[in-house]
């Protein structure tokens, strides 16, 4: 007889369940060669905020994340199931599950573009809404010197000081990504206490003695570098500070002797994606977000 799974309703996840779900997803990321969950989810998870979960035995064999909806963003979710305990019903269960939490539209993101993924969004009615690509470079090409505009300082974040202005100016940059656009000081905070989290390479740029444009770099394990995010105030376009950021930001992993540098581009952002090829990325992977309504 099959060992019986309980599906456990959204809830506040206690520690076991936290390092269980934890574990699942690090075994995910080794069978497939792709991490099943974003930043934003693992963030969550470690956070003890509430998910959903199916346990067999009292061990945890697949996990989703949700976050509600928005005035702005339908309800949008995350989930993986354990290697070992696939083709058993339970990504169709949990996907099914997200459904009902969402009580309208719904958006599941898959990482890796991974062809049963892809299977079970069709199968369930859900259609590829978004791509976000994965580039990257070896860190140790060659790089074009940082060339800064008349009028613009480039200095680095100093944790205490630059929050409230780097998250206005981060609004406004991404104000047609509310995912983005929409982080509080707490997700700052979030990520100033991560063991990732170095000031040296969070480059600001200023002009006039405000804040014009940033980029934060992170690094990964395995020696892989991070275009983390770039963004740019609206009233500072036009003075090339995308590529100046990028370049600054790319000439800091290089000297910290990564292997690889790394980036996410939204497939629809064509502008952003030229200028990462001509700085030698190339398509690595891609994340596809799937829509029902």
Same mark, same amino acid.
């Given at each position: 007889m099959g060992a019986v799974s309980e599906l456990r309703a959204r809830g506040t996840p206690g520690d076991g369940e936290v390092a269980g779900a934890l574990a699942l997803a690090e075994a995910a990321a080794d069978a497939d060669g792709v991490g099943p969950l974003s930043e934003h989810a693992l963030l969550a998870l470690r956070g003890g905020r509430p998910g959903l979960a199916i346990s067999e035995g009292g061990v945890v064999v697949a996990y989703a994340h949700v976050d509600p909806a928005t005035e702005e963003e339908p309800a949008a979710g995350e989930l993986v199931v354990h290697p070992e305990h696939r083709r058993r019903g339970h990504g169709r269960r949990l996907l099914r599950a997200l459904k009902d939490e969402a009580g309208g539209p719904l958006r599941v993101w898959a990482h890796g573009d991974l062809p049963a993924a892809a299977a079970l969004a069709e199968s369930e009615g859900m259609a590829r809404v978004r791509a976000l690509f994965q580039m990257r470079r070896p860190a140790a090409g060659p790089l074009p010197e940082t060339r800064v505009a008349e009028g613009v300082a480039l200095r680095t974040f100093e944790p205490g000081q630059d929050e409230e202005a780097w998250l206005?100016?981060?609004?406004?940059?991404?104000?047609?990504?509310?995912?983005?656009?929409?982080?509080?000081?707490?997700?700052?905070?979030?990520?100033? =206490? *991560?063991?990732?989290?170095?000031? #040296? @390479? &969070?480059?600001? =740029? *200023?002009?006039?003695?405000?804040? #014009? @444009? &940033?980029?934060?770099?992170?690094?990964?394990?395995?020696?892989? @570098?991070?275009?983390?995010?770039?963004?740019?105030?609206?009233?500072?376009?036009?003075?090339?500070?995308g590529r100046t950021l990028t370049l600054a930001g790319l000439h800091h992993l290089r000297d910290t002797g990564l292997d690889q540098i790394m980036l996410y581009v939204d497939e629809s952002n064509t502008a952003?994606?030229?200028?990462?090829?001509?700085?030698?990325?190339?398509?690595?992977?891609?994340?596809?977000?799937?829509?029902?309504?």
């Open positions: 206005k100016v981060n609004a406004r940059a991404f104000a047609d990504h509310p995912e983005q656009g929409a982080w509080t000081m707490a997700d700052v905070r979030e990520r100033e =206490a *991560e063991e990732w989290f170095d000031p #040296a @390479g &969070f480059f600001l =740029a *200023e002009r006039d003695g405000r804040l #014009a @444009g &940033f980029h934060w770099t992170k690094t990964h394990p395995g020696g892989i @570098g991070e275009v983390y995010v770039v963004g740019v105030d609206p009233d500072a376009q036009g003075l090339g500070l952003a994606v030229r200028l990462y090829e001509s700085l030698g990325f190339t398509r690595y992977a891609v994340d596809v977000m799937y829509g029902a309504s």
